[in-house]
């Protein structure tokens, strides 16, 4: 492997993405650098753990920041050919380095849905719920259940009202329920190059960047007025203060833990795509901005 470099890429448009096809079918107006990171996605995601292609990529893709390694890569072209008789080299074998993705991770900034809910199952970010088949199964018939969508709360009816849903949330262990964050996921590192830190690597750059641009998910009055925005003074316009939260497979917890992130117990544990997860934060020290106006 030679030596690996990374590809940052902030909010794109991405209009014409087809969720249901493969990266390599996608048009052609859709940045390099996003295919790239759907590439690995896929490879880990979908191929390894099961996730369907159709839920990979989500609304969250075209808002959010994504960070892509790459390795250059020998590939052969053409394979070697030798005389089956004296075993003479007819032709040397042909390659060619390519610079190949390997890992990818993405920064989702605020506002989020609300916290995911202890015990819960997502299903493509849906919230799914048993509904008995037989009306005694509510009461302890035992009827086998099928999924559902739950209605939503209040607090999810009024964010999705808004064309700008920010809103409050259920307090946490590390988050009051009300201060903005950024969401830390899709970290993602093809198999054949795992155990080289390129998970930590890709970490790495994009807590630089958020430490070198603080304001850059803070949202402007100028563009949006106070009104989309929700808030009746430039006090109240939301602000990032530093707060990162990561929803975690449980089997990689660990590694989380050695970036600084810590798990948030008063979120509990839930499932996404048939996959345990827990919620994490971590807390950066960040240069304090006055709100875009």
């Known amino acids: 492997m030679g030596t690996p470099f990374i590809s940052h890429l902030e909010p794109a448009r991405l209009d014409g993405y087809d969720p249901n096809k493969p990266h390599d079918q996608q048009a052609a107006h859709i940045p390099p650098v996003f295919i790239d990171a759907m590439e690995v996605r896929e490879s880990v995601f979908v191929g390894e753990q099961g996730t369907p292609l159709n839920c990979e990529y989500d609304n969250d893709d075209q808002r959010s920041c994504h960070w892509v390694m790459y ?6 072209t053409e394979p070697e050919r030798r005389d089956p008789t004296t075993g003479a080299v007819l032709r040397p074998r042909r390659s060619e380095t390519r610079s190949m993705p390997i890992g990818t991770m993405r920064i989702v900034p605020f506002p989020h849905p609300p916290h995911p809910l202890p015990g819960a199952k997502y299903v493509g970010n849906v919230l799914q719920e048993d509904e008995p088949d037989d009306p005694q199964a509510a009461d302890g018939g035992g ?4 999924r559902r969508s739950r209605t939503l709360t209040s607090v999810e009816e009024e964010r999705q009202a808004s064309a700008l849903p920010y809103g409050h949330d259920k307090p946490t262990t590390y988050h009051d329920g009300k ?4 969401k830390l996921g899709r970290v993602a590192v093809v198999s054949e190059f795992r155990g080289h830190h390129i998970a930590s690597q890709m970490w790495r750059a994009a807590k630089k960047w958020l430490e070198d641009h603080p ?13 989309q ?3 009746g003074a430039v006090s109240e316009i939301p602000k990032w203060h530093g707060l990162i939260c990561c929803h975690a497979q449980v ?13 948030d117990e008063g979120m509990g544990q839930w499932f996404e795509e048939g996959i345990p997860h827990v919620g994490m934060f971590q807390r950066l020290h960040i240069h304090e901005e006055d709100p875009k106006v």
């Not at 201060?179 to 950024?182: A, G, R, T």
């Open 229 to 231: 925005l929700k808030v």
């Open 251 to 263: 089997g990689v917890v660990k590694i989380y833990e050695k970036w600084g992130f810590k798990v």
């Open 71 to 76: 390795a250059s890569v020998n590939m052969t």
């Open 179 to 182: 201060e903005p964050y950024v």
């Open 215 to 227: 304001t850059f998910f803070n949202p402007s009055v100028t563009e949006l007025g106070m009104d």
């Open 143 to 146: 009827a086998v259940g099928r």
